[in-house]
């Protein structure tokens, strides 16, 4: 089962940033969309952001919009989450996922384990 890591949480103070990484480790992801979602434990999963294969397309949550930025390098295997203007409700596991398909339309894995951010002061 193709698998994606997720690294590069931690404990922020508000309005800092943080980047996140989500890599594939022994194959390529040159060819499938990359999404991210966040979780609170006891709430719904939200999904944040998306990226296509070729980046040229990238989707976000209203929520998310002008603060976080997804990317990718496809030569590293690498997808990226990079959060600006941090507040204490964007605490949460974040996780990402593979799609089955080029596109951001097409059906996705499962979320990863994910990686712990926390915005306090």
């Known amino acids: 089962q193709l698998q994606l890591v997720e690294s590069g949480g931690g404990l922020v103070q508000p309005g800092k940033s943080l980047r996140l990484s989500c890599s594939a480790y022994g194959f390529s992801v040159n060819s499938y969309a990359i999404a991210w979602s966040r979780q609170v434990p006891g709430k719904e999963r939200e999904e944040i952001s998306c990226i296509n294969y070729d980046s040229n397309q990238r989707n976000y949550a209203d929520f998310v919009k002008g603060r976080f930025t997804v990317s990718r390098d496809n030569a590293k295997a690498t997808a990226y989450l990079q959060m600006n203007n941090l507040k204490p409700e964007d605490t949460a596991v974040y996780s990402c996922?593979?799609?089955?398909?080029?596109?951001?339309?097409?059906?996705?894995?499962?979320w990863g384990q994910g990686t712990q951010v926390t915005v306090s002061s």
């Open positions: 996922a593979l799609g089955h398909g080029k596109y951001c339309e097409d059906p996705f894995g499962s």
